[in-house]
């Protein structure tokens, strides 16, 4: 075979597999799993400000209704009421499961800071346990391992001192 044959059968080669590749189905969007969750459920998560996550579960980061000053794990008396609110409202349309995690920022020790956000996550929880949801919370402190914003500034400081909610079916 000549050369500019096997130049020609090469190139197609190519080609062919290059078209084959675009041939092939795009990758597949995470989409939220709802068919475990009853309508009345999302309904109540969504005006609640609770935000469909890939693996099923609903979440609601807290940190622009509920943050804590430093090295603090109370609330505010208009965070109660809000807090008091989303509790009945979860208990009421039947919420199986709520992990509340507690944040914190990354001043002082490692191990103070688990043990601040584990007593935010605490406060919160006794709230949410006095609304309803008594059984069906599970309580976690995670310190500053977690933050979601920068600790550089104070700012961004006061958003990682915060409590995350998040509703998983069973």
């Known amino acids: 075979m000549s050369r500019s044959k096997l130049w020609l059968v090469g190139w197609s080669l190519v080609v062919a597999a290059g078209l084959a590749g675009c041939q092939s189905a795009p990758p597949e969007v995470a989409k939220p799993v709802v068919g475990v969750w009853r309508d009345r459920q999302v309904e109540a998560l969504r005006s609640l400000g609770f935000v469909p996550q890939a693996n099923g579960e609903w979440m609601m980061n807290?940190?622009?209704?509920?943050?804590?000053?430093?090295?603090?794990?109370?609330?505010?008396?208009?965070?109660?009421?809000?807090?008091?609110?989303?509790?009945?409202?979860?208990?009421?349309?039947?919420?199986?499961?709520?992990?509340?995690?507690?944040h914190s920022d990354d001043i002082g020790d490692s191990g103070y800071n688990r043990k601040l956000s584990l007593r935010r996550a605490q406060s919160?929880?006794?709230?949410?346990?006095?609304?309803?949801?008594?059984?069906r919370l599970m309580i976690q402190g995670f310190g500053n391992s977690r933050p979601i914003a920068d600790n550089m500034t104070e700012g961004g400081r006061a958003q990682n001192r915060r409590v995350v909610l998040i509703a998983a079916s069973l």
């Open 124 to 135: 919160v929880a006794k709230v949410l346990e006095g609304a309803g949801l008594r059984g």
């Open 62 to 102: 807290l940190s622009t209704r509920l943050l804590f000053d430093f090295d603090s794990d109370q609330l505010r008396t208009l965070q109660l009421s809000t807090l008091q609110q989303v509790g009945r409202t979860l208990a009421e349309v039947g919420i199986p499961m709520l992990r509340v995690e507690g």
